[in-house]
């Protein structure tokens, strides 16, 4: 079974810009939750995805956008891009049903903002 | 965010020696996970545990769930250089009458091994 995929693996942006993230989640999982991992915070959550409805939030600003299709896959965006958004982005994906959520990660995103 | 007590933050040890990492919070949790992240790639799962004091093996790692649902360590056995890494414990709640279930991890113990 194939794992958790997410492209690109490196981004490199400037202040101002926008970046869109994808996210494939491991087959017949239906939850999809999003990271952002710096060397000084760990892992934050940002949000989770569970049937193209955002189901779980946390506590970041409105330029951290996201979405789901139908087929599962995930898009995170973050606009007006910050330097402080320089962090690997990660996206898990679980099962989403309550009674068994481990989530298994993908490779992550490199985001770079210059 | 809210982030569960992990320690060591960090450890150097011999190749051949045993590590022992835990993790502390003051919620109980319903399931304890813990994750090894190599440089640059995600975490990738080792070991999950779901009942209070299960015990689980997996190869040369051991882990267990706390009786309080309140703490879970992870032993290595024998470590060898490439258990070099970041490893993070992760906790779950659920809350199945608000239909919520909320993941915390670790601030991570990074581990190095000496050959």
């Known amino acids: 079974k194939a794992g958790v995929t997410q492209t690109p693996r490196y981004l490199i942006k400037t202040r101002g810009q926008q970046v869109t993230l994808s996210c494939s989640p491991i087959?017949?999982?239906?939850?999809v939750s999003w990271y952002q991992q710096t060397p000084g915070q760990g892992l934050q959550f940002l949000f989770e995805?569970?049937?193209?409805?955002?189901?779980n939030k946390g506590n970041f600003p409105g330029r951290f956008s996201g979405r789901q299709f139908s087929n599962s896959r995930s898009e995170m965006n973050v606009s007006t891009l910050e330097l402080g958004d320089s962090a690997l982005y990660l996206c898990a994906s679980s099962f989403g049903n309550y009674i068994e959520e481990t989530q298994y990660f993908g490779p992550g995103t490199r985001l770079l903002v210059l | 965010g809210q982030q569960l007590n992990q320690s060591p933050q960090s450890m150097f040890i011999q190749e051949g020696e045993d590590v022992s990492m835990n993790c502390t919070s003051s919620s109980i949790f319903n399931t304890w996970l813990w994750y090894k992240q190599d440089p640059g790639e995600g975490p990738v799962l080792l070991i999950a545990?779901?009942?209070?004091?299960e015990l689980t093996s997996n190869g040369r790692l051991t882990a267990q769930f706390g009786i309080t649902r309140k703490d879970s360590f992870l032993n290595i056995s024998a470590s060898i250089p490439s258990d070099v890494g970041i490893y993070f414990c992760a906790g779950i709640t659920y809350g199945r009458y608000s239909g919520t279930y909320k993941y915390i991890f670790g601030t991570g113990t990074r581990l190095k091994v000496l050959a």
């Open positions: 545990l779901y009942k209070a004091g």
């Open positions: 087959s017949g999982h239906r939850s």
């Open positions: 995805y569970f049937s193209e409805t955002q189901r």
